[in-house]
């Protein structure tokens, strides 16, 4: 009896640790297991857009970049302190765009305070 329950889980077990693989049938005709993995492959930019725009336009910074996103942010206090305008921030979405990216999205957050300053944010897309 216990040799049948043994043998039973252990038929369980190899049946639930099969689940993440599949047969995959060779050209012989001999059947070889191999586990799928599922990822999400990102390719890096072939351009090194962080290096641009801490070359050209050093206030801002990328805050992600990928073969066909970019995320740019800006500090506003900063930005007007430092230049009295925003223009450094729009000369790096110019930058980018010369790259082959379109402006997609625009926005801001926080609320201007010292403990909550705006940032602003433009998100490229290829």
Do not use: C
Not at 22 to 44: L, Y
């Amino acid at each position: 009896m216990i040799k049948i329950v043994i043998l039973s889980l252990m038929f369980i077990f190899s049946i639930v640790g099969l689940s993440g693989n599949s047969i995959i049938s060779s050209s012989n005709g001999q059947n070889t297991t191999t586990t799928e993995i599922n990822k999400i492959q990102i390719e890096p930019s072939s351009v090194d857009i962080l290096k641009i725009i801490q070359d050209n336009e050093p206030l801002i910074e990328v805050e992600y970049q990928s073969s066909s996103i970019v995320v740019l942010k800006g500090d506003e206090d900063l930005l007007l302190i430092s230049n009295g305008t925003l223009a450094p921030f729009w000369h790096a979405i110019d930058i980018i765009k010369k790259q082959g990216y379109s402006l997609e999205h625009f926005t801001e957050s926080g609320a201007g305070s010292q403990g909550n300053p705006t940032r602003i944010y433009a998100i490229l897309e290829k």
